[in-house]
């Protein structure tokens, strides 16, 4: 098998650097959609502080003193206008993020298909003797749209979720940082809690997409044999068998869609879990500490804010994991013998006298 046409995580890493003016946009994009999402949680609790606590950080005299003057709820309806246009503008361009990563994991499949039929067209015929059509058919297919997803969807889906998290790092830390450093540490457990779970997801989505292949195959091969089938009146033993495939693909479905998910909810509820307690800890660094009631309510919003994120980087451990098994099953189709390239050095009809032949 030739090491520039293997699927790897590498691989795929190495084709997404080639796309390297569409990356370097994407990540652009998706910096100042991030900068937009974390500044959003600090305009109310700030308010909140300055409007209703009387505690100065400085904001309301700064509109006061560079945009306009005016009551308490001239105030608010500026800074909730102020809001909803931040919150349009991060979602345009979290659209645009989206659309350009789309754009660069079609690039990618295209070419891992065009690559898979170039070699299929000089596989040895003892090869094609021994495979099921319905099995490349699933691989072409199903393995490479699994490929897609994780191209398109969560790896820009992780880039957004790593420049959140960092950020409302540096927010948590400006705020207090000894919360934030409280909550920095003990967040990475859940991540590496989530390592351990994603182990097995990613065998038994090899087991589906095997189930999914096998299953087409025998339809595949029956509707194609249709004829002879009919003539033979074998109708239900052929039809039987793809029947057997179908009811173990349901299962193969059955255990990988609840096991899986099964996890991520495992995850996500020890994330929630450290949530609550980080929400206790901030009550009591505002009864001990000077915290005060507006930024305990901003720590609240950015406890919730990288609840989002947090979740994405547990997926991608899952989706990894599939990802992976995918790559497996479509460098079994690289590792098919081609036919040997014979070098043809003498040509047997240079510089010899034909003969011409007519038929009447």
């Known amino acids: 098998m030739s090491e520039s046409f293997k699927c790897s995580i590498k691989g795929i890493v190495h084709d997404l650097l080639a796309h390297r003016r569409e990356l370097i946009l994407g990540n652009i994009i998706a910096i100042v959609a991030t900068l937009l ?26 509109i006061s003193t560079y945009i306009f003057t005016s009551d308490t709820k001239g105030y608010v309806l500026f800074i909730l206008v102020v809001i909803l246009f931040l919150r349009v ?3 345009f361009f979290s659209i645009l993020q989206t659309k350009i990563f789309v754009s660069i994991s079609k690039n990618i499949t295209y070419t891992m298909r065009i690559n898979l039929l170039r070699h299929l067209k000089h596989v040895s015929l003892k090869e094609y003797e021994m495979m099921r059509v319905g ?95 009919r003539a033979a009146n074998k109708e239900e033993y052929f039809f039987g ?15 990988y869609g609840y096991k899986s998910d099964a996890a991520i909810k495992l995850s996500y509820l020890v994330f929630l879990s450290g949530y609550e307690i980080f929400r206790a800890v901030s009550i009591l660094a505002v009864a001990y500490s000077d915290l005060s009631v507006g930024l305990m309510l901003a720590i609240f919003s950015y406890l919730w804010v990288m609840v989002s994120p947090t979740q994405d980087i547990i997926n991608f451990q899952y989706v990894l994991a599939t990802a992976k098994a995918a790559c497996k099953r479509i460098n079994s189709v690289f590792e098919m013998d081609q036919e040997p390239v014979i070098e043809e050095r003498n040509n047997p009809f240079v510089s010899v006298h034909s003969i011409g032949i007519e038929v009447k």
Do not use: Y
């Open 241 to 255: 068998e793809s029947e057997k495939k179908a009811k173990e693909l349901k299962e193969h479905s059955i255990n």
């Open 89 to 91: 503008l991060s979602s």
């Open 135 to 229: 099995a490349v058919t699933s691989k072409l297919v199903t393995d490479v749209e699994t490929i897609d997803g994780f191209v398109s969807t969560t790896i820009s889906k992780l880039i957004v979720a790593v420049l959140i998290l960092l950020f409302s790092a540096v927010v948590l830390l400006w705020i207090h940082w000894q919360l934030a450093l409280f909550i920095l540490v003990t967040n990475p457990i859940v991540v590496l809690f989530t390592v351990k779970l994603s182990r097995n997801i990613g065998k038994l989505k090899k087991e589906e997409n095997k189930a999914v292949e096998l299953f087409q195959s025998a339809l595949t091969e029956t509707l194609e044999l249709f004829h002879q089938i």
């Open 37 to 62: 999402v974390v500044v959003i949680p600090l305009f109310i609790p700030i308010i909140v502080d300055e409007l209703l606590l009387h505690k100065d950080h400085g904001f309301i005299t700064f």
